[in-house]
Structure formats: C-alpha cells, structure tokens
C-alpha cells in the first residue's frame, strides 16, 4: 500500500487529464490524511474544469466569427490614465485550436501570471504585436487620439494581416477592415483579454526601465498612475520628461 507522502505526491503531480483516474483508484482508501489529499485534488479538477468553461465562453465572439474568418484580431490598450509613460497597444491573432486558459482582463491578474501568460500568448497566437504613442503624441492630439495611434501601429506591425477586428469597446479609425467594438471586451474575448495582458506587460517593464532613469517618482511601483507617492514627487522635483504636461496641470 502507497504510503499517504506518496500518495500526496502523485495528486498533487498528476496532470489534470490524469486526476480523475487518480481520485478513482485513492477515494476508498479511509486514512484521514488520504481523504484530505483526494479532497484537495478533486477541488484543484472542480476549479480546472470551472476555468475551461469560463475560457469557453470567452471564445464566444471568435467562434461566432471564426466561422467566415481565419485570422481574427483582437486588440486593446494600456495606460489611458497615467499621469506619465506612454499609451500602449496591442493585438493578437489565435489560431482556431487555441488552448490557453486562464486569459482574462490584465488587471484581474496577478504580475506574476501576467507574466507567464506573456510567453504562453506569444507562443500561441498566430502573430501579436505591440504599438506605443509617446507622451508628446498624448499631449498633442489628446489621448483617445493617441490610443487609436498605438492601436493601428499594432495592427501595422502584425506579421500575418488580420481579417477581423475585436477591440475593446471602441472602433478604431482609419482602419479598412471590419471592426466588433465589445464593451468590457477583455473579460468576454479570449483575443481582446490576450492582447491587454501583452499590453499592460510591455508598458510595465518599459515603466521599470524609466525607474531606473527617474528614481524619484517611484515609477516601478506606481506605473506612472497618480498614487499620493508619485504627485507628491512631482510638487517636489517638478515633472519629468516623460509625464503628461496636459495631465499635471493641477499639481504643477
């Protein structure tokens, strides 16, 4: 007989396919410390099973347009309301067999998971790109203008030229290919949700790097988003190149 170390070590190892297998041939056995493993290994399938059904509904909208399109578009931006750093966009092209669970809007997510899902997404998608518009671009033609900027830069940049777009509640102009505005788009559309994690991980480590630069405004903390830390930086030290002169106005 198993002894229960090894037994916890086979649940908690097993592959999610191999589980229920696994659950099957330990249920009966009546050692407390064997109930306590199964019953956590059935919790960990209960939540997989939850998550697949969840990522399921999240292709509805590819679904629904994958059937008259190979290659949709999903497309969404970070960093609409800092006070410093640029505006970022991104898009992202899944095949149809996609299998990534978990995708979600990026500030649902944990820096830690964003992360892993960054290297998943971009080994998935059939193409993916980033576009940015620079502080001086938001501060010239204003930010909604400079969102559409980055996001038709993504769209440029994608190395296979999508037939569909899915953006994040918004129609980007200037664009010659059909566009599906979804509100909330990045907690509905596997696409949409794939590009604000790329988005927002991109912004974030660009955000570090200016840390580096500008120390005193903690931006790898703040991200350049108006924390008390980061305006009280700025009453100090004035601004600094990278913020938003149209977004300071009342601090300087």
């Known amino acids: 007989m198993s002894s229960v170390q090894e037994i916890k070590t086979i649940l908690q190892h097993a592959a999610y ?32 099973h939850a ?15 994958w059937k008259d399109y ?5 497309i969404d931006e970070v960093g609409r309301g800092p006070l410093a750093g640029p505006v970022m966009a991104a898009a992202v092209i899944f095949p149809k067999d996609v299998n990534l669970l978990y995708l979600n809007d990026s500030k649902q ?8 899902l960054y290297e998943e997404i971009k080994a998935a998608a059939v193409a993916y790109a980033v576009g940015i518009a620079d502080v001086e ?3 010239r033609i204003n930010i909604l203008q400079a969102d559409y900027v980055a996001m038709r830069q993504a769209v440029s940049r994608l190395s296979t030229e999508p037939q569909l777009l899915l953006n994040d509640a918004v129609t980007i102009p200037s664009l010659n290919l059909p ?7 990045d ?13 927002k991980v991109e912004r974030d480590r660009l955000m570090c790097m200016y840390d580096e630069i500008y120390p005193q405004y903690g931006f790898a903390r703040n ?11 700025i009453r100090t030290y004035g601004p600094c190149e990278i913020h938003r002169r149209t977004f300071i106005k009342s601090i300087v």
């Open 70 to 74: 190979d290659f949709i578009c999903g």
């Open 137 to 139: 671009t938001i501060d």
């Open 17 to 48: 396919e191999e589980l229920p297998d696994h659950i099957r041939q330990f249920q009966a056995d009546e050692r407390a410390g064997v109930i306590r493993e199964v019953a956590r290994a059935q919790k960990r399938l209960d939540q997989w």
């Open 223 to 233: 991200k350049g988003y108006g924390s008390a830390e980061h305006i009280e930086a």
């Open 109 to 116: 997510l944990s820096e830690k998971k964003r992360e892993e």
């Open 179 to 185: 566009q599906v505005p979804i509100i909330k788009g």
């Open 51 to 65: 998550e697949k059904q969840r990522i399921e509904k999240m292709k509805e909208y590819e679904y629904q347009y």
């Open 187 to 199: 907690t509905k559309s596997i696409s949409i949700a794939a590009a604000s994690i790329l988005a």
